[in-house]
């Protein structure tokens, strides 16, 4: 079974491949304006997160609806939609090695989606992402670095880079760097299921966003 899903993946990243433009923005590995999170962890399997993004000032675009679902333990995929330009947005990451909590082993993640906040470019990228712990329940340190490229051509590349800090498990002031621009925020955990966020995207246009997480299985 294993087998028959990898071997989709790899279907799906060679059609991507050939697309020449996306049709939409979406996450990289830590977009604040996708996750509201530094490393852009995956969503455990049969788990769905439903986010609204709003940019009051925004010259292109306002408003993006997005929801997301945990495929299997190491692969989730997006679909959203950008309402004042009527683009469809979507992505997929998949983690062939899980982080181990227990030791420094870091996760890495594959994915393909637009690294760049509003941007179309459509983008594959490779990250590795680590979370610390540091004292339990009280403060806590994820931080994650890749490399990205764009497609079907691969003639640009950028750095990626994220860094978040989590307090108290409930306040996480967060910063990215998508190759181009610097993004900074703060995410409040409100409970398990609802995050609150707010941002400077590119250290100056503001944002909001509230997401929903659920499980449908239980």
């Given at each position: ?17 050939s697309v020449n433009t996306a049709t939409g923005q979406e996450c990289g590995p830590g977009c604040p304006v996708c996750s509201g999170k530094a490393a852009g962890n995956l969503l455990p399997p049969a788990t769905v997160l439903g986010s609204g993004l709003y940019i009051p000032d925004g010259e292109e675009e306002t408003t993006v609806l997005k929801l997301r679902y945990g495929v299997v333990s ?145």
């Open positions: 079974m294993r087998f028959h899903v990898i071997l989709i993946i790899v279907s799906l990243f060679c059609a991507l491949a190491w692969m989730d995929a997006g679909i959203g939609y950008a309402v004042d330009t009527e683009e469809l947005l979507w992505s997929v990451r998949v983690q062939p090695i899980g982080e181990d909590y227990e030791s420094w082993r870091p996760a890495l993640v594959l994915g393909t989606g637009s690294v760049q906040t509003g941007g179309s470019d459509q983008s594959a990228y490779v990250q590795i992402a680590k979370s610390l712990e540091v004292v339990e329940g009280v403060f806590g340190i994820s931080a994650a670095g890749g490399y990205a490229t764009d497609l079907p051509d691969a003639e640009e590349n950028w750095g990626l880079g994220a860094l978040a800090v989590t307090l108290y498990d409930r306040v996480s002031p967060f910063y990215t760097y998508d190759g181009v621009s610097s993004h900074a925020g703060l995410s409040f955990f409100a409970t398990d299921w609802l995050t609150l966020s707010g941002y400077a995207l590119e250290m100056e246009e503001a944002a909001v966003s509230a997401s929903l997480q659920w499980c449908i299985v239980e």
